[in-house]
């Protein structure tokens, strides 16, 4: 019978894809600034920098001033393009 995957062989998955919101509500992923909001930009280097990988874990870190129109460009632009993997954390706001 022929397997697909060996249950002794681990799987290796993707290293996360780190996407943040500044207080502006502009974007940097993997600390590279996209030169806009669009969401056109944002789906473009989402596919650039994972090379097209959709099981690339994508981590969506927000200043608490955000608009929340910036964090959900973001999901539902991943979304669309087939990332399930997101993870959502917050930068507590500067005193």
């Given at each position: 019978m022929h397997k697909a995957v060996s249950s002794n062989e681990p799987t290796q998955e993707s290293a996360p894809l780190e996407v943040i919101i500044d207080q502006q509500g502009f974007y940097r992923i993997d600390g590279r600034a996209l030169i806009d909001t669009d969401?056109?930009?944002?789906?473009?280097?989402?596919?650039?920098?994972?090379?097209?990988?959709?099981?690339t874990p994508l981590t969506l870190t927000a200043d608490a001033a955000v608009p929340y129109q910036a964090v959900v460009r973001v999901i539902d632009t991943a979304g669309a393009i087939g990332f399930t993997k997101i993870n959502i954390t917050t930068q507590p706001e500067a005193e």
């Amino acid at each position: 019978m022929h397997k697909a995957v060996s249950s002794n062989e681990p799987t290796q998955e993707s290293a996360p894809l780190e996407v943040i919101i500044d207080q502006q509500g502009f974007y940097r992923i993997d600390g590279r600034a996209l030169i806009d909001t669009d969401r056109n930009t944002l789906e473009t280097a989402l596919n650039q920098l994972t090379e097209g990988d959709l099981s690339t874990p994508l981590t969506l870190t927000a200043d608490a001033a955000v608009p929340y129109q910036a964090v959900v460009r973001v999901i539902d632009t991943a979304g669309a393009i087939g990332f399930t993997k997101i993870n959502i954390t917050t930068q507590p706001e500067a005193e």
